[in-house]
């Protein structure tokens, strides 16, 4: 299976995190890679949705509730 582009800058960026770590243990990769990810994300669906958070949360697979805290939690509109 081909890699996608996304899947390959996502690797890049983690390899890259790691390199600059420079020896210093890594801390919460998991949150850090989501909360860097999922804030543009939501604003990219969002824009291309109009706002309409009904189709944002179609798109993205999400309850419309689980929608709604997350644009909270980003203090998106």
């Keep these: 299976m081909r890699e996608t582009d996304l899947s390959a800058c996502v690797r890049q960026a983690l390899d890259d995190y790691f390199r600059d770590l420079d020896g210093e243990p890594p801390h919460a990769v998991y949150d850090m890679l989501i909360s860097c990810v999922e804030k543009p994300m939501l604003e990219s669906i969002m824009h291309r949705t109009s706002g309409n958070q009904s189709k944002a949360a179609e798109i993205l697979g ?4 689980t929608l709604r805290k997350k644009l909270k939690q980003h203090n998106i509109q």
């Design 62 to 65: 999400l309850n419309r509730n």
